[in-house]
Protein backbone atom coordinates (compact mmCIF):
# COMPACT_ATOMS: atom_id res chain seq x y z
CA UNK A 1 0.00 0.00 0.00
CA UNK A 2 1.54 3.01 -1.03
CA UNK A 3 2.80 5.55 2.27
CA UNK A 4 -0.44 8.23 2.74
CA UNK A 5 1.66 11.11 1.23
CA UNK A 6 1.81 9.32 -1.81
CA UNK A 7 -1.64 7.75 -2.14
CA UNK A 8 -4.01 8.39 -4.93
CA UNK A 9 -4.34 11.97 -4.39
CA UNK A 10 -3.89 14.52 -7.84
CA UNK A 11 -1.24 17.39 -7.78
CA UNK A 12 -3.82 19.87 -5.42
CA UNK A 13 -4.79 16.74 -2.83
CA UNK A 14 -7.98 15.98 -4.39
CA UNK A 15 -9.04 12.13 -5.01
CA UNK A 16 -7.54 11.38 -8.49
CA UNK A 17 -10.71 9.94 -11.02
CA UNK A 18 -10.84 6.47 -11.15
CA UNK A 19 -9.25 6.30 -14.62
CA UNK A 20 -6.31 7.93 -13.52
CA UNK A 21 -6.03 5.38 -10.70
CA UNK A 22 -6.22 2.06 -13.34
CA UNK A 23 -4.71 0.86 -16.44
CA UNK A 24 -6.27 -1.59 -18.49
CA UNK A 25 -4.99 -3.61 -21.40
CA UNK A 26 -6.30 -6.65 -23.31
CA UNK A 27 -4.76 -9.60 -21.72
CA UNK A 28 -4.76 -11.56 -24.81
CA UNK A 29 -2.66 -9.65 -26.33
CA UNK A 30 -0.09 -10.08 -23.65
CA UNK A 31 2.97 -12.78 -22.93
CA UNK A 32 2.95 -14.42 -19.82
CA UNK A 33 2.31 -12.29 -16.47
CA UNK A 34 0.48 -10.06 -18.73
CA UNK A 35 -1.50 -13.31 -19.92
CA UNK A 36 -2.73 -14.79 -16.53
CA UNK A 37 -5.77 -13.97 -15.80
CA UNK A 38 -5.71 -16.06 -12.33
CA UNK A 39 -2.90 -15.30 -10.30
CA UNK A 40 -2.81 -15.68 -6.42
CA UNK A 41 -0.18 -13.21 -5.68
CA UNK A 42 -1.76 -10.29 -5.47
CA UNK A 43 -4.74 -9.54 -7.42
CA UNK A 44 -8.42 -8.86 -6.45
CA UNK A 45 -11.36 -10.69 -7.70
CA UNK A 46 -15.19 -10.07 -7.51
CA UNK A 47 -16.48 -12.19 -5.20
CA UNK A 48 -19.35 -13.75 -7.45
CA UNK A 49 -15.91 -14.55 -9.96
CA UNK A 50 -14.29 -16.51 -6.99
CA UNK A 51 -17.57 -17.98 -6.01
CA UNK A 52 -17.91 -19.34 -9.67
CA UNK A 53 -13.86 -20.28 -10.13
CA UNK A 54 -14.10 -22.51 -7.03
CA UNK A 55 -17.00 -24.23 -8.50
CA UNK A 56 -16.02 -25.05 -11.57
CA UNK A 57 -12.37 -26.33 -10.43
CA UNK A 58 -13.96 -28.52 -8.45
CA UNK A 59 -16.69 -29.81 -11.12
CA UNK A 60 -13.47 -30.19 -13.62
CA UNK A 61 -10.47 -31.42 -11.55
CA UNK A 62 -12.30 -32.75 -7.97
CA UNK A 63 -12.12 -31.43 -4.28
CA UNK A 64 -8.09 -31.75 -4.99
CA UNK A 65 -8.04 -29.06 -7.93
CA UNK A 66 -8.19 -26.85 -5.09
CA UNK A 67 -6.38 -28.23 -2.30
CA UNK A 68 -3.14 -26.79 -2.81
CA UNK A 69 -2.38 -23.09 -4.15
CA UNK A 70 -0.11 -24.35 -7.03
CA UNK A 71 -3.10 -26.27 -8.21
CA UNK A 72 -5.84 -23.91 -7.54
CA UNK A 73 -3.65 -21.24 -9.71
CA UNK A 74 -2.78 -23.34 -12.61
CA UNK A 75 -6.44 -25.10 -12.75
CA UNK A 76 -7.96 -21.84 -12.61
CA UNK A 77 -5.71 -20.02 -15.71
CA UNK A 78 -6.53 -22.97 -17.70
CA UNK A 79 -10.57 -22.77 -17.07
CA UNK A 80 -10.08 -19.12 -17.85
CA UNK A 81 -8.69 -19.30 -21.01
CA UNK A 82 -10.44 -22.21 -21.77
CA UNK A 83 -13.56 -19.88 -21.54
CA UNK A 84 -15.10 -22.32 -18.72
CA UNK A 85 -16.25 -19.51 -16.73
CA UNK A 86 -18.47 -16.67 -17.28
CA UNK A 87 -15.61 -14.01 -16.43
CA UNK A 88 -13.24 -15.11 -19.43
CA UNK A 89 -15.89 -14.40 -21.71
CA UNK A 90 -17.33 -11.47 -20.10
CA UNK A 91 -14.39 -9.22 -21.01
CA UNK A 92 -10.77 -9.83 -22.18
CA UNK A 93 -9.08 -7.01 -20.54
CA UNK A 94 -7.53 -6.86 -17.14
CA UNK A 95 -6.51 -3.97 -15.07
CA UNK A 96 -3.37 -3.53 -12.84
CA UNK A 97 -2.70 -0.42 -10.52
CA UNK A 98 -1.60 2.76 -12.39
CA UNK A 99 1.23 3.08 -9.66
CA UNK A 100 3.32 0.81 -7.73
CA UNK A 101 0.98 -1.14 -4.78
CA UNK A 102 2.48 -4.51 -3.62
CA UNK A 103 5.65 -5.85 -4.17
CA UNK A 104 5.45 -9.60 -4.18
CA UNK A 105 8.46 -11.23 -3.55
CA UNK A 106 8.31 -14.60 -4.21
CA UNK A 107 9.28 -17.68 -2.00
CA UNK A 108 7.07 -20.25 -3.11
CA UNK A 109 7.52 -22.60 0.28
CA UNK A 110 4.53 -24.65 -0.95
CA UNK A 111 6.11 -24.96 -4.29
CA UNK A 112 5.85 -29.27 -4.56
CA UNK A 113 3.87 -30.29 -7.83
CA UNK A 114 5.46 -28.46 -10.37
CA UNK A 115 9.26 -28.16 -11.73
CA UNK A 116 9.21 -23.84 -11.31
CA UNK A 117 12.87 -22.31 -10.20
CA UNK A 118 13.28 -19.43 -8.24
CA UNK A 119 15.94 -16.55 -8.06
CA UNK A 120 19.06 -17.78 -7.02
CA UNK A 121 18.84 -21.82 -7.89
CA UNK A 122 21.89 -23.50 -8.85
CA UNK A 123 22.57 -24.96 -12.25
CA UNK A 124 21.81 -28.71 -10.23
CA UNK A 125 18.81 -27.32 -8.34
CA UNK A 126 20.25 -26.31 -4.91
CA UNK A 127 19.42 -23.32 -3.56
CA UNK A 128 21.67 -20.58 -3.39
CA UNK A 129 22.20 -19.19 0.13
CA UNK A 130 21.43 -15.86 -0.95
CA UNK A 131 17.98 -16.36 -1.55
CA UNK A 132 17.32 -17.89 1.65
CA UNK A 133 14.22 -16.35 3.19
CA UNK A 134 16.81 -15.43 5.65
CA UNK A 135 19.58 -13.64 3.96
CA UNK A 136 16.46 -11.52 1.87
CA UNK A 137 15.05 -10.57 5.07
CA UNK A 138 18.59 -9.49 6.44
CA UNK A 139 19.35 -7.81 2.81
CA UNK A 140 15.47 -6.28 2.84
CA UNK A 141 16.16 -4.62 6.75
CA UNK A 142 19.72 -3.88 5.85
CA UNK A 143 18.07 -1.81 3.13
CA UNK A 144 14.81 0.04 5.65
CA UNK A 145 18.24 0.69 7.80
CA UNK A 146 20.23 2.52 5.90
CA UNK A 147 17.28 4.39 3.63
CA UNK A 148 16.13 5.64 7.25
CA UNK A 149 19.61 6.51 7.90
CA UNK A 150 19.71 8.78 4.60
CA UNK A 151 16.54 9.96 6.17
CA UNK A 152 17.55 10.77 9.80
CA UNK A 153 20.64 12.61 7.64
CA UNK A 154 18.54 14.73 5.37
CA UNK A 155 16.24 15.77 7.88
CA UNK A 156 19.81 16.85 10.16
CA UNK A 157 20.31 18.92 7.89
Given amino acids: VAPPDEGC ?3 DGSPEPLEAQWLTYERTS ?9 ELSASIYRLEDVREMLAAIREHFGEEGVDHPNRLEGFG ?9 SAARRTKKCACASRPTVVVVTINRVQSLFDNPVYGQGPSGESA ?15 LRSAAGGAARTLAA
Fill in 129 to 143: PEASPEELDRAFRAA
Fill in 77 to 85: VRLFKQEKV
Fill in 9 to 11: DGA
Fill in 30 to 38: GEYDWNYPW
